[in-house]
């Protein structure tokens, strides 16, 4: 009885890559409805056909009973509860703009997304608060540390949810908790937001050092001074009594920065050997969110007017075509 | 005529292993004289004839203008302002026993230890402080995070040392300094000692979970909760205005943790595959400090009954015989 009552519940995913899937997976887990969006016909086709998402995560089975796929975005959130957008953050602007207003009232809104929506150095939480008139106290957040990969293969992972009203987080975590999943919950939604879009800068700044040869000890070093330099920005820019080292935060750049499944990463590595930023965005196929991310996090900055040396380098190389060697260097001699 | 006067300073370096070596290599780039103390007269004649470590570090190619190997102890002290102490925790009392008290006298004594001396219960820089009557002033600590291996390879790498006066900290972390290697000075000896000590500890879990199949996500969150247990252990033992994000603290467990040169993760990982601790200390030929250290350790926090769930599944696995696989179990359940 009470699970038929909890069947009702029906979650909504936006989105098609990796950690949508993964999302979906996870959901599956309860005993939940999930319609889910992709963007393409031929992929909804696909998962109807074959229950795996033709590109990412393609060894993951999906239990089509729970799942179903569709392409049109207003339908996928016909009489949902919740809402999950899991898109690059690039991609925000053109899909809120398919979707009803009608059809995100009343719903809980919660962002997968690590990123700042491009050109506008807005959270997407702050847009689809403001632009959808949602209450900030239904929006939730996902934060890592979790490769959508690891998901996949069911190895045992954490995730926080943030929420300003913590009861609204746990209901949403709730959703998420599974065998291998476990979930916290925290009303620091800025702070852990802040926190993820900078593990990205930071994991490139890994990624270049890494390609120009530098090693486990300097990278070590690096990554110390980078908690250091996430922290002094969102005690700036959000003061809070809180412990960066919680998973939501440490925990979260370790798994980008040290992980050879962050695209961050690999993204740049690939500079720091020597590729231009174009021709290495071409091989990866895939989106650095950091890539974005440290544009938007300069501007921002601008207000708040923290030291935030690794996130500079990182944002001389990719927009100010200066070399990564000299950038590596200057953190070299700065760092302790 | 002031390098002539500089190459007078006196350094004697005491160990044959991995890191003495690595720290003999970083001395010869400044324009002291070192003695340096090996225990095997082999090892001493190989030195002498072929410029090389015949067993640790062999691609090292010493100065010997500069280096001026032995194996008698007492030579090596003679006339030297400098003793830096590097051999496993586990060799550190009979040595002492041969040691001359008049020649640690006056001495400027570094301990490049990171363990506590097996069955005492007491770090190295408290028996010699105690038993040779050496000024506490006159006690430094080296603490990194700094692989021996990448030292030998010259890639960049970070130094902390420690010392109750920052004015003689700084003089001998001068002596370090170089162009691969960069120093800072801090008073927290005590703090950096025990978080040297703990990493050890921690990297043999982090060993053990990786050999049962935990991936990066778990890992993440490991070290995560690895960084918020040594901060509350020090934080109690000896509390401190300290940030704990830095290089010497967090960098050196991240050196440690996520490492393949860790010797204490590779020991790990092998019981994390099913070897018997003996196995895996026979295979190895090499110890690994955390083994011992985290049975003093578990007597040490008697005094302090500070929460500490990854030293205690380590200290359960490696001396109580209990099956990695549980007690990895019971801190993925509690850990967030």
Known sequence: MSEEKESKQIVTVIGGGSWATAIVKILSEQPVKIQWWLRHKEDVQYVKKYSHNPKYLRDVQLNLRKVKACNNINEALEGSQFVVFAVPAAFVRPILKEILPENLKNRIVVSAIKGIMPDENQLITDVVEKEFNVNPKNICLIAGPCHAEEVAMEKQSYLTIGCNDLKMGEKFASLLNCRYVKTSVTDDIYGIEYSAIMKNIVAIAS??????????????????????????????????????????????????????F???????????????????????????????????????????????????????????????????????????
């Open 207 to 260: 990624g270049i050092a890494h390609g120009l040869g530098y090693g486990d000890n300097f990278q070590a070093v690096l990554i110390s001074n980078a908690l250091q330099e996430i922290e002094r920005f969102i005690q700036t820019a959000f003061p809070l009594n809180r412990n960066i080292n919680k998973s939501a935060y440490a925990g979260d750049l370790l798994v980008t920065a040290y992980s050879q």
């Open 262 to 336: 962050s695209r961050n990463r690999t993204f740049g590595n690939m500079i720091g050997r020597g590729y231009s930023v174009k021709s290495a965005q071409v091989e990866m196929n895939m989106i650095a969110e950091g890539y974005y991310a440290v544009k938007s996090l300069h501007e921002i900055n601008k207000k708040y007017k923290v030291e935030l040396p690794i996130c500079k380098a990182v944002y001389h190389v990719l927009y100010e075509k200066i070399s990564p060697a000299v950038e590596i260097q200057i953190l070299r001699d700065i760092m302790r």
